[in-house]
Structures are given as C-alpha cells and as structure tokens.
C-alpha cells in the first residue's frame, strides 16, 4: 500500500516538489555580537589571564586577570582568586584579592569581593557582600580634541 503511492508520486509528472527550508543567506559576524573572551564555567586556569578584548569569566581563575582598556565580568558562576585589573569591572561572583579600575567597579546581587578596591567609582547592590578598603581616584583627563581647540 506505501509502495503504490511512493511510486505514484515519483512517476507523476506533476507532483510538486517540497520546497527547500534551510536558509542559505550568510549571517554577518561582525554584527552578532561585539567581541568578547568567555573562560567558561568548566574550566579552570592556573596563572596570568591577559586579554585585549572584553572578558567573561563563569569558571575559575588562580592568578591574574588583566583586560586593560576592556570590561571584565565575573559571571554568576565565576570564581576569581587573582588580582584583577580592567577599565571596568562586574562582580556577579567571586573575586578574592585586589581590583584596580581605571572607570568603575559594580558589585551586583550576590556577587562577593574580598580584596582592596581602587577605581573612579563603585556600585555595591543590596545583597552584595564587600571586605577591604575602598581607594576612589579621579579619573583621567579626557584628551580635547583638535576641532574644539581651533
């Protein structure tokens, strides 16, 4: 009975082909998402982390971090016991030692930070925990540019 109407349909010379659902058109990358470094939450690293790109940190890291000019994010799942150097700094885990930014630190619900604090500004949220010291410095000049000097 299956056969009868297999063969039927591939000898008629009117059935209609499926229509193809797979898209072909390519996606751009560069307008995904902007690049960031994920050290992801199964993974463990051992030593100096350094990166010229935003960086995600959700698993653990032993040493440092350093993403200078770049944000960096202790993901909820995160765990940091290094020092920590970063324009900008979010702590949705943990981070055990010093954090140095050039613009500020935000401490989010649930996140932990033990360790000395030297940024232009802080943000601790209800149900954040802190222990250490707090260094606000002032933030760089910003460069004038040419136009506005002519």
């Not at 981070?95 to 619900?109: A, F, L, Y």
Request: glycine share 10%.
């Amino acid at each position: 009975m299956w056969e009868d109407r297999k063969q039927t349909n591939t000898n008629n010379p009117t059935a209609t082909p499926t229509p193809n659902t797979t898209n072909t058109t390519p996606i751009k990358a560069s307008m995904a998402t902007p690049h960031v470094a994920v050290i992801g939450q199964n993974m463990l690293i051992i030593g100096k982390v350094q990166s010229s790109e935003d960086l995600y940190v959700d698993g653990e890291v032993r040493g440092t971090l350093e993403a200078d000019n770049c944000r960096l994010t202790i993901g909820p799942h995160g765990k940091a016991n290094a020092g920590a150097r970063a324009r900008e700094v979010d702590v949705m885990g943990r981070i055990d030692g010093n954090v140095v930014t050039q613009e500020k630190i935000s401490i989010r619900k649930g996140g932990q930070l033990v360790g000395d604090i030297k940024a232009a500004g802080i943000v601790i949220e209800d149900g954040a925990y802190f222990k250490g010291s707090i260094d606000i410095v002032r933030r760089a000049p910003e460069v004038v540019s040419l136009k506005e000097t002519a």
